[in-house]
């Protein structure tokens, strides 16, 4: 069978972060993977346990042609623990074949060869014991059709007969399937064992092993029939991407001459080839300048075609959703590539970093946030973490997996490090798992991933579900089976339109509390941010506020005695501060602080608590390009502001002496500003921003 190289083919990153390569991960909840299994699963009932009941052959049985009672005695055999072949045929000149005999696979007796003229000759035994096992057709011709009915059987057999897990293995009932072959040679090429591409297919396809409908002695022998055949596409293979990543350049060089506002970028190898590729279109720029504060790099997908690695950045827009920012391919998976890849993407978006970027476990990609992005918070998406666990952790333990996976999520969402780091050595403690490399991973990574490690992170509610499944659907629009890298590219074009255009549009949010502050604030914040706030707004309708002597407050529910958060009011500067650091993690107020306001007679939220990346105003912001060129950018440099200023914001609450420094520096810039001379020429018009001067 020929691969056929005109195919993109997209899978997810297989090779484990632990850095093993015999190591694999097989994703939970992976669509394909699934489809795969009920395919493998078909496939295995079609061919080899037919649903349908076959009863025993037997003299005067007619068949439609002699296919047909082949089958059908296949069938029986295999359901009955054997399998047959085809034995002699006879023929003449009118009717053609009219003879054929079908018999047990035991059928004869092996004939002995002359001895190959080595030292050292194979003694291959034979299983033909002389089974007698048969059914012979005769074909004949009624009424001018033709038809075949059985003339003898015997279903007497001189061996024993097999069990059902025995027979499949049977080279009878060994097929590999076509998209299994060209998946075994993508694999076969790119370097995998044969044990491996075993263990990969099982896999994908959601099986047990050794439950697939072919052995590893059967890809050996496949992969050394085509490899002549693997060799002629890899030249082809090797073409066609060369081709194909000139021409995807070349796509970026006629679309920047088109779109001035499009950027680009690429390297060579050292043979002069094109090595990696990033692009990005001026409507993901501008909304970066809105929604760039927290950026998630996902790295799942890689091109076995191309071999090439696929790494997009997405923001999240005022409406929840993901907005895309960025696209880069890279030839491998290297610190130094990745950072290449980090250095092109804060280039595109004007030299300006975000607070946080969102990964996969990735030790290059680590060293190269590391070193690109010094001022950027590393956080581990939890859900990559979780997708893991199963392809980690269910082998191992056995029938203890899903009791550590439900400790393991109580344990990803622990409040304090101190609690986290006890549940932790409880855990390893309690499922033997102090020396497992996983383990050791996940551990090393601690800074990334835990809540409580990661709760003052600005993350803008980037690990929500309804997040990561809005990725999920621009994936799927992207990764379908293109022919050519430029159908790629101008499909991730497509979807990055959609991604930015297609917005939620403001229904009305009905009132549920009658307070003040949420009339307020569902007069500024879009829907979904609207619909976040004012679920803390219910809910702190169950806390109650009590006053410590240092002039703080302990905010808990009603029913418990202890425990709580502290909440830290500055009225002279309207700041308050919970050590519950919601408003830090996702820019939106916690039931502790709202709780607080109420009882301090506040009947508006003060001005700074709606960041301008979950108001309505952000979405009119995002206009088209074409709009934006026309207009003078004080937009942009109004976005820049709202922006710089919404970080300085966030560093300065973190404690009281931040605020008063940074208080003091921005008075005494502000006075700097207002005595410097005012050029009329080049005066920009910027609307008033709601960032308070204090």
């Known amino acids: 069978m020929a691969m056929k190289p005109s195919n993109n083919i997209w899978i997810r990153r297989q090779q484990c972060p632990c850095g093993d390569w015999k190591c694999y991960i097989k994703y939970e909840g992976d669509d394909q993977a699934s489809a795969n299994s009920q395919l493998v699963k078909s496939e295995t009932s079609s061919t080899s346990l037919p649903s349908e009941v076959v009863f025993t052959p037997y003299v005067g049985q007619i068949f439609k042609s002699d296919d047909e009672a082949f089958e059908y005695y296949s069938n029986f055999a295999r359901k009955n623990g054997f399998s047959i072949r085809k034995a002699r045929s006879t023929e003449s000149q009118n009717l053609g074949i009219y003879r054929r005999d079908f018999v047990c696979y035991r059928s004869g007796f092996n004939q002995p060869r002359k001895k190959a003229n080595v030292e050292h000759p194979r003694d291959r035994k034979s299983v033909r014991c002389g089974c007698d096992a048969k ?29 059902d897990d025995q027979v499949r293995l049977l080279p009878a009932y060994r097929k590999i399937q076509e998209a299994d072959q060209e998946r075994i040679l993508l694999l076969s090429k790119a370097g995998f064992p044969v044990n491996r591409i075993v263990r990969v297919l099982e896999t994908e396809k959601g099986v047990q092993p050794g439950q697939l409908p072919f052995i590893e002695k059967d890809v050996r022998n496949f992969v050394r029939t085509c490899k002549k055949t693997v060799q002629e596409n890899d030249a082809l293979l090797t073409e066609k991407r060369e081709n194909d990543t000139l021409e995807l350049l070349e796509s970026c060089k006629a679309l920047a001459e088109r779109d001035p506002d499009f950027v680009y970028d690429f390297t060579m190898d050292p043979n002069d080839k094109v090595e990696n590729i990033a692009w990005s279109y001026g409507n993901s720029v501008h909304a970066y300048s809105v929604f760039g504060d927290v950026v ?34 890279l030839q491998d998976e290297t610190s130094q590539s990745f950072a290449w890849a980090l250095q092109t993407f804060v280039r595109f978006m004007r030299g300006r970093c975000p607070q946080t970027i969102l990964t996969d476990i990735d030790s290059g990609l680590r060293d190269a946030i590391t070193s690109e992005l010094t001022n950027t918070k590393h956080v581990i998406c939890l859900w990559h973490i979780l997708s893991k666990l199963s392809s980690w952790f269910s082998l191992p333990l056995g029938p203890q997996y899903m009791d550590f996976k439900s400790q393991f999520d109580i344990l990803c969402h622990l409040e304090s490090i101190d609690d986290f780091e006890h549940q932790w050595r409880h855990l390893v403690a309690q499922f033997g798992l ?164 109420a009882v301090k007679n506040y009947f508006q939220l003060p001005d700074k608590y709606f960041p301008l990346r979950w108001r309505k105003e952000s979405s009119s912001s995002l206009i088209t390009m074409d709009d934006h060129n ?41 006075d700097h500003v207002r005595n410097r001379p005012v050029v009329e020429e080049v005066a920009l018009d910027i609307a008033p921003n709601n960032i308070d001067e204090s």
């Open 135 to 163: 059914l012979y057709l005769t074909k004949e011709i009624v009424d001018g059709v033709t038809q075949w009915y059985v003339s003898q059987f015997s279903n007497v057999h001189n061996h024993e007969l097999l069990e």
């Open 630 to 670: 026309t207009q003078i950018n004080s937009d942009e440099y109004s976005q820049a502001f709202h922006s710089l200023a919404a970080t300085l914001l966030t560093e300065s609450l973190v404690s009281k002496e931040r605020f008063d420094y940074v208080h003091k520096e921005l008075t005494g810039l502000l």
């Open 296 to 329: 998630t790099f996902d790295t799942t997908y890689r091109s076995i075609t191309y071999g090439l690695l696929l790494g997009v950045w997405f923001g999240i827009d005022n409406h929840g959703k993901a907005i895309f920012f960025g696209c880069v391919l």
């Open 434 to 597: 102090g020396s497992d490399k996983h383990i050791g991973l996940l551990y090393s990574y601690r800074a990334s991933w835990p809540f409580s490690c990661i709760r003052g992170y600005f993350l803008a509610r980037m690990m929500t579900s309804e997040y990561s499944k809005s990725l999920d659907m621009f994936f799927k629009r992207i990764l379908s089976a293109q022919t050519c890298l430029q159908a790629f590219f101008e499909q991730v074009g497509v979807a990055a339109s959609l991604a930015i255009q297609s917005r939620e549009n403001m229904q009305y949010m009905h009132i549920k509390t009658c307070m003040p502050i949420e009339e307020h604030a569902q007069s500024i914040l879009t829907p979904y941010a609207f619909n976040v706030l004012q679920h803390e707004m219910v809910l702190s309708l169950q806390y109650e506020a009590r006053e410590m002597a240092n002039g703080s407050y302990v905010v808990r529910h009603y029913k418990k005695m202890d425990g709580g958060c502290l909440v830290i009011w500055m009225p002279e500067e309207e700041q308050i501060h919970c050590s519950c650091k919601e408003f830090e993690h996702s820019g939106l107020l916690c039931r502790h602080s709202l709780r607080l306001l």
